[in-house]
């Protein structure tokens, strides 16, 4: 699984991210609370990952800091 990831960051919105790293463009899904932490395009970007893969997607979720992170996966085991 992808835990972190680092690199250039190329594309930026509220809501998604794209980081080359090492010439691949990885699409992350961000929070508004890491969106306001985030370097101009062109910048170098270090984030915190949780990777979700199913049947149908591979999907990168970005978070600031490890804080960010553990409580999405908190909300993600809530019934």
Request: net charge neutral.
């Amino acid at each position: 699984m992808i835990a972190w990831l680092e690199g250039v960051l190329r594309e930026k919105s509220p809501t998604r991210i794209v980081v080359n790293v090492a010439g691949v463009g990885y699409e992350l899904f961000i929070p508004l609370c890491t969106f306001g932490r985030l370097p101009d395009t062109g910048k170098t970007v270090a984030l915190h990952v949780h990777t979700v893969v199913r049947e149908d997607a591979f999907q990168l979720y970005g978070f600031a800091t490890p804080l960010e992170r553990a409580a999405f996966e908190l909300l993600l085991k809530a019934n």
